[in-house]
């Protein structure tokens, strides 16, 4: 352990110059990682690191999909659900099935139990990666919110479906009615855990008051909990996940203060920014034994590599077919929501690109990885180098043909110009902060009138922007009314985040100036 310190020092080191050059290149992050994957490959020696493929899923699972359903908004989730859960399972199940026939028509060896385990690995699109690469083009948050909802659920949807297809690898047999009600508890189990999970913590941040450092650690052993408490009672331990981790973000006003927001957001991205990088690197370093373990098995390279191919085609493919047949549904049952753009050519790619944003990523990789190296029995595990190949083939075209192209797509079609999805009038943070004002205003003014301590110099300085020159007068009265407005500032954004024409992304960004702001105060 102590020998292999400094090689996982310089992954990290590596991960995060990385990251940095990516940044100055204008291109995704996940895209020079993978590729410094596959370079790391051909390094020789280097130390073999070996993870427990059982435990691949209780390190890296829970953090990822904890922070992910603490980003995105659940209020857009609910406004875009209907096409959220189409994409997430629908069109997952579509998918992983349609992979399972290609590989059982085109790659010798593999039955559909198989495929379905290869499907269930490639199907779900990666947020991290969609997230990295949309970020130097400008689009509608409405279409960014679908993305990372459905990055979200669909984790969980192809990791079920991968769950079951190992179950029938191993035992060779498959029952419907068993794996039916087996999914049920599953699903409704693992939801309820979560939520259940999720409660009792609130409760246990509410009741110890808790400072920042102990409010961010337990944030940090939270997931963890409700993925084992779901797994030991044969619960989908990423859905109790996902629940938890959204009940506690709609409730993160109640239980964390705001120097623990404030961190913790540092703490947490920092935090999977780093699994991220580490588990593309990891899949790098086990590239020259896949690769071995395909040659002893007589599969030449360039075969496994074709196989790769094949299966990346079916997938884009799939997905692109998949978001037309979305439009077309849409229009036929909702058409109030169909996306209306300045022309109808630019409406027609619309589901293009929604099909070529299918980015695969950590979670690709990490399902691959955990796959068992014996079965029950004792015997190998059948194609499990062929798999992680394809994976890692899979994840590495789509990142740099997709993940390439996808920012000059946008920008050359000129998609999302004067595209409106759903009904128009959406609340600008232009207004939203107009109307924080105002509101602040009312507030001081009603406890002026009402002879309220120390709210006539607080008004006065309302008034005069906060100049620097006052600050230095403030007192304890004086900043417990400044507390006080900047709660009640949060009361009033909560309650405009009701509105759905409020973007929740605006929100999010004036609590955390308020957060920003009470911090400063305390520390005057």
Known sequence: MHA?????????????LLEMWANKLRIAYPILLVIAGLLISFV??????RINPDLIFLIFMPPLLFEASWSISFKEMKKWWRIIGSFAFLVVFFTAVSVAVVVNHFIPGFSIALGLVLGGIVAPPDAVSTGAITKFVTIPRSTSAILEGESLLNDASSLIIYRFALVAVGTGQFIWQQAALSFLWMVVGGVGIGLLLAWIFVKVHKRLQMDA??????????PYCMYWVAEQLHCSGVLAVVSGGLFMSTRRLEFLNSDSRIQGFNVWESFVFILNGIVFLIIGLELPEIVEGLRVKGIPLRTAIGYGVLVTGALILVRIISAYMAMLATYLFRRSVVPRSGSRRRTAL????????????????????????????????PQRNLILFITFIVILLTLVVQGLTLPAFITRSRVFEN?????????SREDVKKGLKTHSYAFLKDKHDKGHAGVEHVLKIWEAKMTSAEDSQMNERTRGVFIELLESQRGYLTELNRDPAVDEGIIRLELYQIDLEEERLKRM
Do not use: K, Y
């Open 4 to 16: 292999n310190l400094p090689f996982l020092l310089a992954m990290v080191a590596a991960v995060v």
């Open 44 to 49: 020789p020696g280097l130390p073999i690191v």
């Open 213 to 222: 450092s102990s409010s961010i650690t337990f944030t940090l052993i939270e």
């Open 350 to 381: 619309l589901p293009l690109l929604l099909g070529w944003c299918g980015m695969r990523g950590v979670v690709s990789l990490a399902a691959a990885l955990a796959i068992p190296v014996t079965l029950d029995n004792g015997m190998e595990f």
């Open 419 to 427: 595209l409106v999805i759903g009904r128009p009038g959406e609340v």
